[in-house]
């Protein structure tokens, strides 16, 4: 069992690099961003709270994702491991996951921070924006999502220090660069 928390800004690349991730190491891509959205589209109570909140580039309240990603873990009883994106993305829903894998006799392994430049993030989710028909894809929300992120998630970063597993990844450059530093930090943790 070997369970990753890939974690990084909007537009940092967590959904491209745990695409990679699925493929090499055969685990289980949980993204709370796409099971919010399939909980919009099939038009749930959850979905309908969450609309308006993306859309704004706002955190959806801890308690309703910490049950959504509880719930889905228990889908998969034969996997080989999770890679948790956007998610934990207040310190709350951190001390939430780690609660909630060792009542499962698991733990968190290895978490991944994708560093990417501002101009870059904001670029990258504009030009994403052309065709993604995300509601959050938008210079404003981009904005927002941006200053969410810096106020709510980067204290997270700090939790994970303190237990020794934040691994640091330079996020610039070619998606195959970013993959390679990633399974080098993963080889290292795994050696
Ligand atoms: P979520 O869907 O998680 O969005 P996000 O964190 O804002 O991140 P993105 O999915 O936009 O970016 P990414 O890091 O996955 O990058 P990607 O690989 O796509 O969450 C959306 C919303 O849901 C939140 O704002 C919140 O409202 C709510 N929510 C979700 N989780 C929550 C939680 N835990 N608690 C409360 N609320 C929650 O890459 C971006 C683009 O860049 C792509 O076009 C890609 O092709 C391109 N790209 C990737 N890598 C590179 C590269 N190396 N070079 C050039 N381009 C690249
Ligand atoms: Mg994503």
Known sequence: MFNIVIFGAPGSGKGT???????????VHLS??????????????LGKIAEGLI???EFVPDNLIIDLLAGTIDKYPSANGFIFDGFPRT???AGALDKMLSERSMQVNIML????????????????????GRSDDNLETIQQRLKTYEEKTMPVIDFYDK?????????????????????????KVNA
């Open 17 to 27: 690099q745990s695409d990679f991730l699925v493929k090499k190491y055969n685990l």
């Open 163 to 187: 237990q020794g597993k934040n691994n640091p990844i330079a996020g610039m450059g070619t998606m195959e660069d970013v993959f390679d530093r990633i399974c080098q930090a993963i080889d």
């Open 55 to 57: 859309a704004k580039g």
């Open 91 to 93: 310190v709350v829903q």
């Open 32 to 45: 709370t961003g796409d099971l919010l959205r399939a909980e919009i589209a099939a038009k749930s109570e």
């Open 113 to 132: 921070n994708i560093a990417v430049d501002n101009d870059e993030l904001v670029a990258r989710l504009l030009n994403r924006g052309k065709t993604s």
